[in-house]
């Protein structure tokens, strides 16, 4: 607040003769159009963010006066009156209106200052509106006249009797650019279309002549065919050292590979500039676009030569430049908060380009541990688990074994082989042994639409729980199930789909939909390869195949996000996130990873993840603190989750750090519940009458910094309702400033957990 309000007194650091901006406005005109005009205010002449002027003013002053060298980047320089800027501005307007047919059009301005601070307004009369009152074309090149006559319709934003409005006719003029250079015309270029505006003959109506010339001392634009390509391929350091690799396919592509590394065969899947064909400036931008999703190449640069010969022809040369073949990245994540901390650490080697046809090999191992903060003794001492993951995978830029390119012009797909092992420790209580192997085939239906199927990836699992933790579970009550599905060995054969739209507009500021479902089937392979080959069965009448139990389950969960963009970098997000998992045949529950969990870093954020639900289940129903100290990280978890955010985010700061920092204010609600009641999580069933008394609701702010490649991002959710509680004591922000009585009755019941009202998140990347 003393940052901010240290802004009102930034006048006091001027020199006599200066002014500062205090208020911009566009009068005279509708609001939409006064919205619009302002943008063509220049930006050193708009009001200052209080904010970020006063961090300026923090750094740039001394002695009550502004820096006059050595100023630091941070913040914003104050905005002071300007009269060449100004001039600028009010010109800039007067034409955007020009251009929105108010031809008469004129703007004034006006200044007033008063204490060193100034407002300015910017009062346009408009005048009348024309419209058009008739469109005529002159297009002398007869082929170029009935080429674009037979598609105008088809996009043309210019009509009759329609206000009179330049950016239609520069969209129009777009468009017939790209109308002719899909069909041969590689030399047309926008400035050959031109129009005419006739305001003489009729009051507030203008006529309209649209004219496509032809080339300086030309009759005629020139369609061109595709000859011959040469592809080559540099060095990673953009060298052409040695003697290439050299080789010719389809009697067209002549490719020379100074690199050594790469399959031509694959490059020229990508390559749908072809010998013959009429040029295309699609195929180009296609072209490139695959070409880079290929991910082994950092430079590409296409470029088309004339052929010295009576038939218009074109050469196509390809220079490229692969990215570094291999690397390694070494990533590291701390948590912490009042009960646990922990750390996360991750190496992963890439190979860009294995066998030379751009498959990609990850190499990856992850270590996480968590230590019990409230413990004593050594660090050993305080473990809590330990978790430790190798994995490897290859993914290969086709659909193996089959052969589809028209998948390849809606985007790269990809078969991609994995396989991962995980070493899970819970001190004293768990460890589990997952190996997981997959074959995943992901390409895309259009730009928009993903697609990703698994047929068949293969689970086996040794999961065992220590003596003494059993015998604790069985004395707090009846917790047979839960053992029964984690003491075990199985093994899952399953198939997994995901459907994903408008992945590609994550990173945009505007108004779209975004959406990702998917579906897990498990066992249903297992099934019939058991009634096929008659496996035996255990002594729990539970079905094997090669002697091991397996699961049967479906599990789907949904996605639904809704941006809308108010300008700047100003953006509401709407996101529901439900999800069920359900056993059946040869299961009677999920195994406790497929079990849904609430609250985390991108979750229900005023909640650590695993801590809140299922339903109504609160911890103080385990019989004494011991058990609940044993029972962390395996309670609180269920089959069904509806999860919900609303985010609004903005721009704190332009400049800092290399980047921009911005800005959220949230509000998470959800809860995970029980399909069927279990005495293991009492009041955690999912029943409609308390359905909606039972969801969880937080809120908080967040902070981004934004430094294009990555953003940093730390979130700091506030508890409003918790569900666990019961009636009017669900609203616990009502203890939130005598939150030390309520903390100290919690401890009462529910030692020793402690209750926060604040939860911490660090995170790389955005929540969603």
Same mark, same amino acid.
């Given at each position: 607040?003393?940052v901010?309000? *240290? ?5 006091? !650091? ?25 943008q063509?205010?220049? $930006? ?8 970020? &002027? ?19 980047? /941070?913040g ?11 001039e ?6 007067? #034409?955007?209106? #020009?251009?929105k ?9 006006? $200044? ?14 408009? *005048? ?7 469109? +005529? ?7 170029v006249?009935?080429?674009h ?26 468009? =017939? ?13 926008k ?41 080559k /391929?540099?060095?990673s ?26 399959? %031509? ?13 009429? !040029? ?39 220079? $490229? ?16 908060? =009042? ?16 066998f ?8 990856? %191992? ?18 809590l ?68 199927? =698994?047929?068949?990836? $293969?689970?086996?699992?040794? *999961? ?5 933790f059993?015998?604790?579970? /069985? ?61 035996k ?11 091991l ?22 953006? &509401? ?7 069920? *998992?359900?056993?059946?045949?040869? +299961? ?12 985390? +870093? ?14 109504? !289940? ?17 309670d ?29 204010f ?19 069933? /999912? #029943? ?13 702010l ?25 009636g ?41």
């Amino acid at each position: 607040m003393l940052v901010v309000l *240290g802004a009102c007194r930034a006048t006091r !650091y001027l020199e006599k003769d200066q002014a500062l901006i205090k208020a911009v406005k566009v009068k005279g005109i509708n609001k939409k159009m006064s919205e619009q005009a302002y943008q063509f205010v220049q $930006i050193d002449i708009r009001k200052n963010s209080r904010f970020n &002027l006063a961090l300026y003013n923090i750094f740039n002053t001394k002695k009550g006066k502004y820096k006059k060298d050595k100023l630091k980047t /941070i913040g914003e320089a104050p905005h002071l009156v300007d009269s060449s800027l100004i001039e600028i501005s009010r010109s800039q307007i007067e #034409k955007y209106l #020009k251009a929105k047919g108010y031809f008469n059009a004129r703007v004034k301005t006006d $200044i007033k200052i008063k204490n060193q601070c100034a407002q300015i307004t910017f009062l346009a009369d408009s *005048g009348l509106r024309f419209q058009i009152r008739n469109i +005529s074309y002159e297009i002398p090149d007869k082929e170029v006249f009935n080429l674009h006559q037979s598609h105008v319709n088809k996009f043309t934003h210019v009509h009759k009797g329609q206000v009179y409005d330049q950016d239609s006719l520069s969209y129009d003029q777009g468009q =017939t650019f790209l109308l002719l250079q899909r069909n041969g015309y590689y030399d047309y270029l926008k400035p050959y279309m031109r129009v005419s505006v006739d305001t003489n003959s009729h009051s507030n109506q203008a006529d309209l002549k649209i004219f496509i010339d032809n080339p300086i001392d030309k009759k005629k634009h020139t369609v061109y065919k595709i000859n011959n390509s040469v592809i080559k /391929i540099k060095n990673s350091g953009g060298t052409e050292e040695g003697l290439p690799d050299t080789v010719t396919l389809a009697s067209q592509y002549h490719f020379m590979d100074y690199s050594g590394y790469f399959n %031509a065969k694959m490059i020229k899947k990508y390559l749908f500039i072809k010998k013959d064909e009429t !040029y295309n400036i699609d195929k180009a931008n296609l072209t490139y676009d695959r070409l880079y999703a290929l991910n082994v190449f950092r430079g590409l640069k296409i470029d088309f030569y004339k052929m010295a010969d009576s038939v218009p022809r074109l050469d196509v040369y390809y220079s $490229i430049i692969p990215s570094k073949k291999m690397n390694n990245r070494v990533e590291g994540e701390y948590q912490f908060n =009042t009960g646990r901390t922990g750390f996360k650490v991750a190496d992963t080697y890439s190979n860009r380009n294995l066998f030379g046809g751009a498959e990609l090999l990850q190499l990856t %191992a992850r270590y996480n541990v968590q230590f019990d903060a409230a413990a004593s003794g050594s660090w050993f001492d305080r473990v809590l688990s330990t978790d430790f993951n190798l994995g490897a995978s290859v993914s290969v830029p086709a659909l193996i074994p089959f052969n589809l390119p028209k998948l390849g012009k809606n985007g790269v797909p990809h078969t991609i082989f994995s396989s991962n092992f995980q070493f899970f420790d819970q001190k004293n209580k768990f460890i589990n042994r997952v190996f997981t192997n997959s074959v995943t085939y992901n390409w895309a239906e259009s730009r928009y639409k993903l697609h990703s199927f =698994t047929p068949l990836g $293969i689970e086996y699992r040794i *999961g065992k729980l220590d003596l003494g933790f059993i015998e604790e579970l /069985i004395n707090q009550g009846d917790n047979l199930l839960f053992i029964n599905t984690n003491n075990r060995t199985f093994i899952n054969l399953g198939s997994q789909y995901a459907f994903t739209y408008n992945d590609i507009k994550l990173r945009q500021l505007s108004n779209f939909l975004y959406f990702k479902g998917t579906l897990n089937l498990a066992g249903n392979t297992s099934n019939l390869l058991n009634r096929i080959f008659n496996f035996k069965t255990d002594l729990g009448d539970v079905k094997t195949v090669f002697g091991l139990p397996y699961e049967q389950y479906v599990k789907t969960e949904l996605d639904f996000r809704i941006y809308r963009f108010f300008g700047g970098d100003r953006q &509401l997000v709407i996101r529901f996130n439900p999800g069920i *998992g359900i056993p059946y045949g040869n +299961s009677n529950a999920l195994v406790f990873e497929k079990n849904f969990f609430a609250g985390g +870093s991108s979750g229900i954020r005023a909640w650590e993840a695993r801590t809140l639900g299922p339903g109504g !289940y609160n911890r103080a129903s385990i019989a004494n603190d011991t058990d609940r100290q044993n029972f962390r990280n395996l309670d609180q978890n269920g089959e069904f989750k509806l999860e919900g955010n609303l985010e609004y985010r903005f721009k704190l700061i332009t400049k800092l750090l290399g980047g921009s920092l911005k800005a959220a204010f949230f509000t998470d609600f959800g809860n995970v519940w029980r399909l069927k009641q279990n005495s293991q999580n009492p009041n955690g069933e /999912i #029943k409609l009458n308390t359905f909606f008394d039972q969801m969880a609701i937080g809120s908080g702010l967040g902070l981004r910094l934004d430094v294009n490649y990555f953003v940093i991002r730390v979130d700091v959710g506030v508890k409003v309702k918790d569900p666990q509680f019961l009636g009017s004591d669900q609203w616990v922000i009502s203890h939130f400033f005598r939150k030390q009585e309520f903390k100290n009755n919690y401890s009462k019941t529910n030692s020793p957990d402690s209750y926060n009202f604040l939860q911490w998140n660090f995170g790389i990347g955005m929540p969603f």
